[in-house]
């Protein structure tokens, strides 16, 4: 499956980004979906999972009441909303397929993800 994140850009701290992550050349239904974060000079970073079937979410401590993970199997597309954006926020994000399994729950690591975007950047200024 090939995956193609959009939406991030330049905003000021406190403001909102919806990103955007289209599947193709899959089942995209069966998929758990993923997104992932990494700042300059650190480790790639779980943000946020979601079950095949968008029942079940998961979002890594600092991100939620903030961010909102969720899937449109029609469109074959996975959404991240980042409400109340914060400076440590600022990283490339990437979409990521668990092709293998339905969900991958909290904290799932870069490794159980199969198929990755190529990621869209986000950066947030004080």
């Known amino acids: 499956v090939q995956l193609q994140a959009s939406g991030g850009g330049l905003v000021q701290a406190g403001d909102s980004l919806r990103l955007s992550c289209v599947a193709s050349?899959?089942?995209?239904?069966?998929?758990?979906m993923g997104w992932f974060r990494q700042a300059p000079g650190k480790e790639r970073e779980f943000v946020a999972s979601?079950?095949?079937?968008?029942?079940?979410?998961w979002t890594e401590d600092s991100a939620k009441g903030r961010f909102t993970i969720s899937r449109d199997n029609a469109q074959n597309t996975v959404y991240l909303q980042m409400n109340s954006l914060k400076v440590e926020d600022t990283a490339i994000y990437y979409c990521?397929?668990?092709?293998?399994?339905?969900?991958?729950?909290?904290?799932?690591?870069?490794?159980?993800?199969?198929?990755w975007g190529l990621g869209t950047l986000v950066t947030v200024s004080s």
């Open positions: 979601i079950s095949w079937s968008g029942d079940n979410t």
């Open positions: 990521a397929a668990d092709i293998n399994n339905y969900y991958s729950g909290y904290g799932a690591p870069p490794a159980d993800f199969q198929s």
């Open positions: 050349g899959g089942t995209f239904s069966r998929y758990g």
